[in-house]
C-alpha cells in the first residue's frame, strides 16, 4: 500500500509534473533519451536549513531508457543501497563537501581549521548511512537532461543548455537553494547563458573554486563554480578549497551564510514565468510620504525605524525606496558595525540587490552609479590591461572578459539615456571626458577617454 503524500510533496509533483510537460515541448518525447531530475525527498529539503542543490554536466545511462535521477536516488535511500555504485570518485567528493557544508550550517565554519576539518572527513568518510541521510535532502540536476554522453562534450553541452535554459533557471527559482555547488558547468556553458550578480569570491592566484552570484528575477543565488565532482587530477583536499571560499565569503560579510539558512521554497508562481516589476503610480504618494519618514529617522540615526519606512515605500516598488536601501547597505551597515545586533540577523544587507532593482525602476541615481563604475570598461586600452593581467589565469579569461563587456555596453547605453535626459552628473562626466580627451599630458586616461566618447557619439 502506497503511503499517502504530504501537502509538500503534492505540491512539489504538481510543479514538476508541469515543468517536465514544458520540457517534452522543447526536446520532444520519443525523440530524446531523457534523464529528469530535481529534489530528492521535497518534504527533508523543504525543512532543511541549508538547501544545497548539486549542479553537473549530464545524466548518462548505457541502457539509452528515460529515468528521473531524484526518484532513483529516493529508491536508493529508502531501500539503504550504497548510492552512485560505480562513481567511487564522484561519491567521496560529494561526502566531503556536505561535511564541509555541515559547518557552514551549524555555525563553524570560521572556527574550523584545515586539520580540523581532516579529522572531520577521515572519521565520516566511510558512513554511507549519513551520506545517504545528507543526499536525500538536496536537489541534484544536471543542465544536460536528454540524449546523456558518458564523456561531456562542451559545445554539446552548450546547445542542450541554451536550448533547456529557462527550464534550469526555473528549478533553481522554485527550490531556492541557499547554495549551488556547480561542478564545471559554468565557462562556456552557462556564463553567457544567465545573468550574474557581483563576485562572492574570485582569489587572484588559483582559480580551482571561484563563488558568483546567479541572477534570477532580480534575485541572487551563490554559485561556487567548481570541478566536477568525478575529476581526479589535481583533487587532493579539494574540500579544503571549498572550506577557504567559504570562509572567505563570511570573513568578507559576516553573517552572509546565516542569512541564507532557513529561507522558504516551492514558490507556486506560473512556471517560467519572467515577472516584470510594475509601478503602482496610484502609490507615488503614500511611497514619497515613507520615503520622508525614513529620511528623518534617519538624520537622527535611527536606523531601524528609518530601515522599516523605506522597505514599505520598496513594497509599493519605489525605486527611491530601494535606492535608500542600497545606500544604507553601503554607508551605514557596515560602518555602524549593525550587523553584531540580533534586529539584523534577518534583514538582507546585500547593498547590489536593492541598487540592481532601483536600476530596474528606471532610477537615474542607479544608472549613473552603473556607468561610474563600468563605463572605463567600453576602452580598448582598459580591455587590453584587463586581458593581460588574466593570462595567468585562463580558466575564467573568457567569463571575465566577456562579463565586462557586457557592463560596459550597458554602461554606454545608461550614459545616453541620462544624457539625452540633461541628468546633471552625467553632463559632468561628458565634460570631463572631453576635457581628458583634449589634454596634452599623455596619460593614460586620455586614450580611455576618447574610446568612452567615440561610443558616446
Known amino acids: 500500500m502506497t503511503a499517502a503524500k504530504s501537502k509538500v510533496e503534492e505540491l512539489y509533483a504538481d510543479w514538476n509534473n508541469n515543468l517536465f510537460q514544458q520540457y517534452t515541448k522543447l526536446f520532444h518525447e520519443g525523440e530524446h533519451t531523457t534523464i529528469w531530475d530535481g529534489v530528492v525527498s521535497p518534504t527533508l529539503y523543504a ?61 563553524l565554519l570560521l572556527n574550523t581549521s584545515d586539520e580540523q576539518m581532516r579529522e572531520i572527513v577521515s572519521e565520516n568518510t566511510s558512513d554511507e548511512n549519513w551520506f545517504n541521510s545528507q543526499i536525500a535532502r538536496v536537489a541534484y540536476c544536471n543542465v544536460k537532461k536528454s540524449d546523456g554522453l558518458s564523456k561531456s562534450n562542451v559545445k554539446d553541452l552548450y546547445s542542450y543548455a541554451k536550448k533547456g535554459i529557462e527550464i534550469l533557471k526555473e528549478q533553481i527559482r522554485f527550490f531556492n537553494p541557499t547554495i549551488i555547488l556547480a561542478g564545471d558547468v559554468c565557462s562556456d556553458i552557462l556564463e553567457d547563458l544567465v545573468d550574474w550578480g557581483d563576485n562572492l569570491y574570485f582569489p587572484e592566484e588559483e582559480h580551482k573554486i571561484c563563488i558568483w552570484q546567479l541572477k534570477i528575477n532580480g534575485k541572487c543565488y551563490p554559485f561556487v563554480d567548481m570541478y566536477h565532482p568525478s575529476r581526479t587530477q589535481g583533487m587532493s583536499d579539494y574540500y579544503l578549497t571549498l572550506l577557504h571560499a567559504l570562509q572567505a565569503v563570511e570573513e568578507k560579510m559576516p553573517g552572509f551564510w546565516k542569512k541564507r539558512l532557513n529561507q522558504p521554497c516551492f514558490d507556486m508562481s506560473p512556471v ?181 566618447l567615440k561610443q558616446l557619439k
Open 47 to 107: 525543512s532543511s536549513p541549508l538547501k544545497i542543490m548539486f549542479l553537473n554536466r549530464e545524466g548518462y545511462t548505457e541502457e539509452g531508457n528515460d529515468y528521473d535521477v531524484s526518484d532513483a536516488l529516493f529508491a536508493a535511500i529508502g531501500e539503504e543501497k550504497r548510492l552512485f555504485p560505480d562513481q567511487r570518485t564522484m561519491r567521496s567528493h560529494l561526502k566531503h563537501y556536505l561535511l564541509v557544508l555541515r559547518q557552514l550550517e551549524s555555525g
Open 272 to 452: 517560467i514565468a519572467e515577472e516584470k516589476p510594475q509601478v503602482k503610480t496610484e502609490s507615488n504618494n503614500e511611497a514619497e510620504i515613507l520615503i520622508a519618514q525614513g529620511q528623518r529617522a534617519a538624520q537622527e540615526q535611527d536606523w531601524k525605524t528609518a530601515v522599516r519606512f523605506y522597505q514599505k515605500a520598496a513594497e509599493l516598488n519605489n525605486p527611491d525606496a530601494y535606492y535608500a536601501l542600497g545606500e544604507f547597505c553601503e554607508k551605514v551597515f557596515y560602518k555602524h558595525k549593525l550587523y553584531k545586533d540580533e534586529y539584523w540577523e534577518d534583514f538582507n544587507d546585500n547593498e547590489n540587490f536593492y541598487y540592481d532593482r532601483a536600476l530596474e525602476l528606471g532610477d537615474q541615481r542607479a544608472m549613473f552609479r552603473f556607468v561610474e563604475e563600468n563605463i572605463d570598461y567600453a576602452s580598448n586600452f582598459i580591455m587590453v590591461g584587463v586581458t593581460l593581467s588574466m593570462l595567468k589565469n585562463p580558466f575564467t579569461l573568457f567569463k571575465r572578459r566577456k562579463e565586462t563587456k557586457t557592463k560596459a555596453s550597458k554602461a554606454i547605453e545608461y550614459m545616453k539615456y541620462l544624457l539625452n535626459e540633461k541628468y546633471q552628473p552625467a553632463l559632468l562626466l561628458l565634460s570631463k571626458l572631453q576635457e581628458s580627451a583634449n589634454s596634452e599630458d599623455g596619460n593614460g586616461y586620455k586614450q580611455i577617454a576618447i574610446d568612452i
